[in-house]
Nanobody, 126 residues
Framework: QVQLVESGGGMVQPGGSLRLSCQSSGRAFNTYTMSWFRQAPGKEREFVAGIRSTRTGAYYLDSVKGRFTMSKDNAKNTVFLQMTSLKRGDTTVYYC???????????????????WGQGTKVTVSS
C-alpha cells in the first residue's frame, strides 16, 4: 500500500509562488510514476505534471509550462511542485497521485492511478 500526504497549499496573490510537497509512505518509491492533478468543482480531474520512474524529466500541462516545476527526491520519498507566476485560474484543489508500471500514454490519465493523496487547496486571489 502507498499513502500520499500533500502539504504546502494556501492563499497567494496573483503572480506569487507556492511549493507543494507530497510524501509517500510506500516502498520502492523510485519505481512509481508520480503526478500532480487538480480538480475544480464540477470539473474532471486535470493532469498538471508527472514524472515517470524511468525518466528524470517531467511532463506538464501546456498551460503551466514555464511556470510550474516538478521535482523528485528519492531519498525523502517526496515529490514537489514549485508553482510560480500563479494565476487566478490556478485556484483549485491539487492532488498527488502514484502508480507503478504506467506506460507513457497513461501518465496524464487520472483513472490509471490507484493511489491518491487527500488534496491541498491553492487559492490565488488579491
Amino acid at each position: 500500500q502507498v499513502q500520499l500526504v500533500e502539504s504546502g497549499g494556501g492563499m497567494v496573490q496573483p503572480g506569487g509562488s507556492l511549493r507543494l510537497s507530497c510524501q509517500s509512505s510506500g516502498r520502492a518509491f523510485n519505481t512509481y510514476t508520480m503526478s500532480w492533478f487538480r480538480q475544480a468543482p464540477g470539473k474532471e480531474r486535470e493532469f498538471v505534471a508527472g514524472i515517470r520512474s524511468t525518466r528524470t524529466g517531467a511532463y506538464y500541462l501546456d498551460s503551466v509550462k514555464g511556470r510550474f516545476t516538478m521535482s523528485k527526491d528519492n531519498a525523502k520519498n517526496t515529490v514537489f511542485l514549485q508553482m510560480t507566476s500563479l494565476k487566478r485560474g490556478d485556484t483549485t484543489v491539487y492532488y498527488c497521485a502514484a502508480d507503478s508500471r504506467l506506460i507513457l500514454s497513461s501518465v496524464r490519465v487520472a483513472t490509471k492511478y490507484n493511489y491518491w493523496g487527500q488534496g491541498t487547496k491553492v487559492t490565488v486571489s488579491s
